[in-house]
């Protein structure tokens, strides 16, 4: 599983509840390129709910660890400058964590990550992973513009929009 399809799943899943989301597409990138700038996606999702900026960089857990590091040094400056003092946006790091029959997604603001990387922790474990709130997976049902219907999953998100009131 791609962490693509947990961001298109993430982005659904926050239209189904109300909010406007919006997918950052990722810029082609070719090895060996020597392009003096090379634009860098910010972070994954924009979205908006009841007038509030959010912006989500999704991370993937397969099995073990969460490590800091995985969030890049331009995805935690942007995140940084989104929520910064002139900013009103607030900003997250969503982990799916995927394990044989898991699949849950834990929204955390950024600002705790940030404080547990001053504390000098790298990561978060398996454990502390499955001990976070998380939000339920669900199935919905879908019917595409041909008219067949069928499952796609995503998330119940209703605790998560509770910090925007």
Known sequence: MKEAVFTTEL?????????????????????????????????DLFASYK????????????????????????????????????????????INVRKRKINRCIIIPFETIKRFIRKGL???????????PYCEKVSVMHESPSGKSNYRIEYNLTEFLKYFK
């Open 122 to 132: 790298e990561k978060l474990t398996w454990e502390e992973l499955q001990n976070l």
């Open 11 to 43: 982005k659904n899943s926050l239209i189904r509840h109300g909010a406007f989301a919006h997918k950052i597409a990722d810029m082609p990138h070719f090895s060996g390129s020597k392009f003096r700038f090379d634009l860098r996606k910010p972070f």
């Open 51 to 94: 007038g509030h900026p959010i912006a989500i960089e999704n991370k993937m857990v397969k099995a073990g660890s969460f490590f800091f590091k995985s969030i890049q040094p331009h995805q935690m400056d942007a995140l940084e400058r989104f929520q910064g003092k002139r900013s009103y946006g607030q900003s997250f790091i969503g």
